[in-house]
């Protein structure tokens, strides 16, 4: 366990040994501040103009998709890919861990820090919410919030463990992230693109059932919890991560 | 300690080691040795846990490094070839990370690595990122990445590799300190390496296999078997008056610089010498040197990893 431990902070702390992670942060605050700037203009607006809930148009806006899209390849395509290209994979792969705890430790090293970057968007919520500071309860139902967090943690985990399992297949990081976005890009295009099509129809739906900006917009920007998105967001993550342990046995056996 | 029989390894279809067998007694200082390619990197590998084997067995204190792989790699400490390591880290910090996966915390650790440190002359260079480090520095920081748990048993490989010769000398001498403690296996390609680093035993390995094991007073006998007598004259000579030499086996001549060289074998060299003084001074022959040519290690290594690649 401590050994685990003592790798998830090497990970952890390896993200700012480079730019990339200050990169990263920067443009993800600044695209959600905006955001934030316009939710706060909206909801005040009187009429039909305006949005119902807090978070609807944060993670309604492509900006948002688009960054959504390209941090998590960003994150993970050092994971493994980094360790390869320099013969550092060897070192760990000879301590005396489990591949299991190796890769585990990558991926909690790597959610923590998409989680960080999540932390500084909780000081918008007071403002969303319309927090009462005198009465201690929200103007509006902080539900609609909770759901959509949830919804970003999971699909967060997806994307991270897709990404991770991309980079240990591949030497090179800019392969890794380009294979991952293109593999996230399944995901998320339909949500940038919007198709014209018969809503009622089984191409719709299944298209529905994979693009997460749809699973958002309708769902959980609205606080409605669908297990059906929750089930692939974790049966993806679980897969993966699955998938990166045997990716990492194979290398042995090569 | 380490226990080897008849392993394999396949890279595709190409065999990197084919049917290697041998034993590392514990306490013994044993050199790998074998040119570039051998099939050296591969099983130490395969030792380390890194690789699996295609068949074949392999065990480390009686575990078997496929069955029971962490067990193992808790009991060897391992360096790799070109010694990989986090360039964006403090030696220290390092070395901190390396001993928390390898299991050590709190007192231990800080004990471990202060130690380490101090062993591997490394406490000038303590808060110096890895990656401005030299390479001499850097095999130093593996080493004592290998030192850290104390295992019992080392893996070097090529732990002189791209060091100047003072360095190397220091390793050498750190490697001899070593041995006291520890089993070490290391590999060389260098041959020179093997003969003064004080190994109890040497494996030549050529295409992965064992051309030749045993101690190095054993290898240097096996090279010497084929020593010969190199006898110069000045002018020219009556091979035919060779014959009346007792004992010779074998006699070769050849011309040289307004001469003759002769390359005669013997049952018993020493006893040859003044036989030949004596038929020189019968002949009237101008004797322009005698000496004993005993082939070293290295010819041995050559005539060995040579005669099987032709």
Redesign the interface.
Known sequence: MRATLSLIHREFSAYFFSPIAYVVIAVFLAVTGYLFALSVLQLTAPGPKGISYPMQLIVNDVAFWLVFLFIPPLLTMRLFAEERSSGTLEMLMTAPLRDWQIVFSKFVACYAFFVLMWLPTLLYLPVLLDWQWGTWRCGIDPWTVGATYLGLALAGAMFLSLGMFVSSLVKSQIVAALVALFLSLLFIVAGIWRPEMDASGTAYQVLFYVTVPLHFERNFSHGVVDTRQLILYSSVAFLCLFLTIRSLESRRWR | MIHVSRLTKF?GDYPAVQDVSFDVPAGQIVGFLGPNGAGKSTTM?IL?????ATSGQATIDGLDVLWDS??V??RIG?M?E?C??????RVHEYLR??A????L?GGKRRQRIDFVLKRCWLEDVRRQLIGTLSKGYRQRVGLA?ALLASPPVLILDEPTAGLDPAQIRATRALIHELGREHTILLSTHILSEVEKTPCDRVIIIHEGRVAASGTLADLQEKASANACLIADFDGSIDEEALGGLPGLTDAASAKIDGGVRLRLHAGDLGSLTPRLCGLAAAQGWKIRQIRPERPTLEDLFVQITGRETA
């Open positions: 890279y590998r380390a846990g890194y690789l699996t962490v067990e790699r808790r391992y790799p070109s990989p390591l986090y360039q964006e880290m990370f390396r928390g996966i390898k299991g915390h990445d």
